[in-house]
């Protein structure tokens, strides 16, 4: 498996979308931490150094905030435990929140997006993408988005089930944060996931503008983004095998590398969706994209190659 992670891939991938415009605001204040394993960061335009340096503060709770419920990196997440016990009787409000916006994008795509796809990960991650066809089946049979028990408020897992919600978590990062920007005042801002949020700028200012690289890292599209939300997926932005053919996005339905698209970009009002659709329409046909994207007011489908 090569060191290029999918997150990696994604941030490479957005990269001009940084640095904004030079002359978008007078003040740019920039916060830069870690969420859900990997790099991330904020600009803030407009926005007093004092001011800022609360915000930022403020930031770097939630996003752990986060990481306490969907990391799969912190053995002690929320996450972690119900994969580890197969069970949450109480899930908290992200976990709650994660969940019902899996269940949207799960409906609109018919399955393609699905967070039990963990143990299918685990296991082409552990044979470099050529996995024991025994194993594979076993794989599959933990898979299954209505395999989930949640009578009663809680999530109960069936024997072998798993889940990530790694190609969601990123954008419902993203979203959590411009919320509470939103809630403080902030007016221009430039969120960065692994998915990408903005807030404004104002009308009389440039949109912020993100590129959209190809595989080979061409620039395959120019977006602008004005109070919208950018998600960008590739099947091997991540692979498991040395020649690089067996990509990390995985057919919940069939066990096997998805290969429809070599790259998907979505902008949507909703991060998470943008990061959910994105993921699934790699294995999706042109007329069921557009089908799924219908389903929700304001995405939009911004590149596929």
């Known amino acids: 498996m090569t060191n290029l992670t999918r997150r990696r891939f994604i941030i490479t991938a957005a990269a001009t979308a940084l640095p904004l415009h030079a002359g978008a605001a007078p003040l740019r204040r920039e916060w830069r931490g870690r969420a859900l394993g990997a790099e991330a960061r904020v600009v803030l335009l407009g926005m007093p150094e004092a001011n800022a340096w609360r915000l930022f503060a403020r930031i770097t709770g939630e996003v752990a905030r986060i990481e306490r419920a969907l990391s799969l990196y912190d053995a002690g997440s929320e996450l972690s435990r119900l994969n580890r016990d197969g069970v949450l009787a109480r899930p908290g409000r992200d976990m709650t929140a994660i969940m019902g916006l899996s269940d949207q994008v799960h409906d609109a795509t018919n399955g393609m997006f699905d967070p039990t796809i963990q143990p299918l990960f685990s296991l082409y991650a552990a044979s470099a993408g050529n996995p024991d066809p025994a194993r594979l089946a ?65 009308p009389g200012q440039p949109p912020f503008s993100a590129g959209i690289a190809g595989p080979g890292r061409d620039i395959v599209a120019e977006v602008p983004l004005r109070n919208t939300c950018l998600a960008t997926s590739a099947p091997r932005g991540t692979v498991f095998d040395a020649a690089g053919r067996v990509g990390h996005i995985l057919d919940p339905k069939r066990g096997a590398s998805v290969d429809s698209w070599s790259i998907v970009s979505v902008s949507a009002p909703i991060a998470a969706i943008a990061d959910g659709l994105s993921t699934a329409f790699c294995g999706m046909s042109r007329p069921a994209i557009d089908a799924a994207l219908a389903r929700f007011p304001g995405a939009n489908l911004e590149a596929i190659a």
């Open 138 to 202: 076993a794989a599959l049979d933990a898979t299954g988005w209505h395999r989930l028990d949640r009578r009663d408020g809680g999530i109960r897992l069936q024997k072998g089930m798993a889940l990530s919600f790694n190609g969601i978590a990123q954008g419902y990062a993203a979203d959590r944060v411009a919320a509470l920007l939103r809630a403080a005042g902030a007016d221009s801002v430039l969120i960065d996931m692994g998915e990408i949020a903005t807030i404004g700028p104002d």
